[in-house]
């Protein structure tokens, strides 16, 4: 069965621009969460979509967005990169939160962000 | 912020050894999860333990859970060279947002 995938693996952008990044849950899995580990910052969530909704939203300004598509991929928008937004973006997905017994959360190999 | 602290911040043993790595957190949980990252790349989950368990085991892995202490301890047995990696603990205090420690590098030498 195919893990949790995330495109692209890295990117490199200018401050200003706009990211994009990509996330493919896990098959049977409806949740789809965003996670940002900067250096020094460790893992902070970003962002919770179940079922096509928004369901949590971490302390990140609103220039980080996002969706979650029909097939429950999702999409992270960052808006007007900072330097400062350089980090591994994670994306993991867990099973829909009406049948979750357990709550884990299975990862992505992450994309690396890089704002010059 | 982060809701658990670990502990050591790093731990470098010889293999054959065991490692042991703790955490404390600061809310109610219903459950607290530990997950592994090789160098920076996605995290891989080792073990959930819910909040009315005091003990789990899996494989070499042995997760103890004190909820009156806020505190929980990995431990890795007989230590591989592969095990080398840093460990997260991460709780669900706010629902199904995973709120992560800082995390213990572990360097296991051969």
């Known amino acids: 069965e195919a893990g949790v995938t995330q495109s692209p693996t890295h990117l490199i952008k200018t401050r200003g621009q706009q990211a994009t990044l990509r996330c493919s849950p896990i098959?049977?899995?409806?949740?789809v969460y965003w996670y940002q580990q900067a250096l020094g910052l460790g893992l902070q969530f970003l962002l919770w979509?179940?079922?096509?909704?928004?369901?949590n939203r971490g302390n990140f300004p609103p220039r980080f967005s996002g969706r979650q598509f029909p097939n429950y991929s999702s999409e992270l928008n960052v808006n007007a990169l900072e330097l400062e937004d350089s980090a591994l973006y994670l994306c993991?997905?867990?099973?829909?939160?009406?049948?979750?017994?357990?709550?884990?959360?299975?990862f992505g190999p992450g994309t690396r962000l890089t704002v010059t | 912020s982060q809701q658990g602290e670990e502990d050591p911040q790093a731990l470098s043993i010889q293999e054959g050894e065991n490692a042991t790595m703790n955490c404390s957190y600061k809310t109610s949980i219903n459950n607290l999860q530990w997950y592994r990252q090789n160098s920076g790349r996605g995290l891989v989950h080792l073990i959930l333990?819910?909040?009315?368990?005091r003990e789990k085991h899996s494989g070499r892995l042995r997760v103890t859970l004190d909820t009156s202490k806020k505190s929980s301890s990995l431990l890795i047995t007989a230590s591989r060279a592969a095990d080398t990696a840093s460990y997260f603990c991460a709780t669900d205090a706010d629902g199904n947002k995973l709120v992560f420690g800082a995390g213990t590098i572990l360097r296991v030498k051969s």
């Open positions: 993991a997905s867990s099973l829909p939160i009406k049948v979750l017994v357990s709550g884990e959360q299975y």
């Open positions: 098959s049977g899995h409806t949740s």
């Open positions: 979509y179940d079922e096509g909704e928004e369901r």
């Open positions: 333990i819910r909040s009315n368990e």
